[in-house]
């Protein structure tokens, strides 16, 4: 069974950055498209970068030319650059498939803005 580890989360003051990293235990990663989804206090879990496993990257409105989606299927890793980090960015950040079926949903990691 495939695993997911996400890190790289933290605080950070608004107009911040950060990146994250996710890291998948098997192979088969290369093959599936993979998201970012973040999840705030009482809020639905929300898709907000999505990237298809030759690359190609979509946006959710709210986070276009402020975030940026990568992945090195070498490394069976993708990556979320977050640029000028607003309050409403804070969540827990997880990643998965797209849709969310490659593996079971990890630990997460926290993101807090803040100053």
């Known amino acids: 069974q495939v695993q997911l580890v996400e890190s790289g989360g933290g605080l950070v003051q608004p107009g911040g950055s950060l990146k994250l990293s996710c890291v998948a235990s098997?192979?088969?990663?290369?093959?599936?498209?993979m998201g970012w989804y973040r999840q705030a206090p009482g809020k639905q879990r929300e898709l907000v970068a999505r990237?298809?496993?030759?690359?190609?990257?979509t946006y959710v409105d709210s986070v276009k030319g402020r975030f940026t989606i990568s992945r090195d299927n070498s490394k069976n890793t993708m990556y979320l650059q977050m640029n000028s980090l607003k309050p409403e960015d804070a969540a827990v950040y997880y990643c998965?498939?797209?849709?969310?079926?490659?593996?079971?949903w990890g630990q997460g990691t926290q993101i807090t803005v803040s100053s």
């Open positions: 998965n498939g797209d849709p969310p079926v490659l593996a079971p």
């Open positions: 098997g192979s088969i990663f290369r093959f599936y498209a």
């Open positions: 990237i298809t496993s030759n690359g190609m990257a």
